[in-house]
């Protein structure tokens, strides 16, 4: 099995930064492409960033400028530098990673984490 383990998320400030962290543990093959995506009340999961193990990287229009993904491909964590945080950055955040896993034997991994509150106040 593989675990996802998100951290850092918490309350703060319109015009604040939080880091959020996600390590990933268990039956790791190899892990390509690592995100993160955000579900708000009501609405839709969406995708917020995403980084591959070459470091290429992608972002949502609406966090472009604001927001910086990476990772550590030795720790398998990927990390989301948050900044000059909105209002409407307030959501559930998810890890997610895709890739291969070794057990109980070679197989597509896809795994998600349990997801963080981001609350950002006015």
């Known amino acids: 099995q593989v675990q996802l383990v998100e951290s850092g998320g918490g309350l703060v400030q319109a015009g604040g930064s939080l880091r959020l962290s996600c390590a990933a543990s268990g039956s790791i093959f190899s892990i390509n492409r690592m995100g993160w995506y955000r579900q708000a009340p009501g609405k839709q999961r969406e995708l917020v960033a995403a980084?591959?193990?070459?470091?290429?990287?992608h972002y949502a229009d609406s966090v472009k400028g604001r927001f910086t993904i990476s990772r550590d491909n030795a720790k398998n964590t990927v990390y989301l530098q948050m900044s000059s945080l909105k209002p409407e950055d307030t959501a559930v955040y998810y890890c997610n990673a895709d890739g291969i896993a070794f057990a109980p034997d070679i197989r597509p991994l896809d795994a998600w984490g349990q997801g963080t509150l981001v609350t950002v106040s006015s």
């Open positions: 980084i591959t193990s070459g470091g290429s990287t």
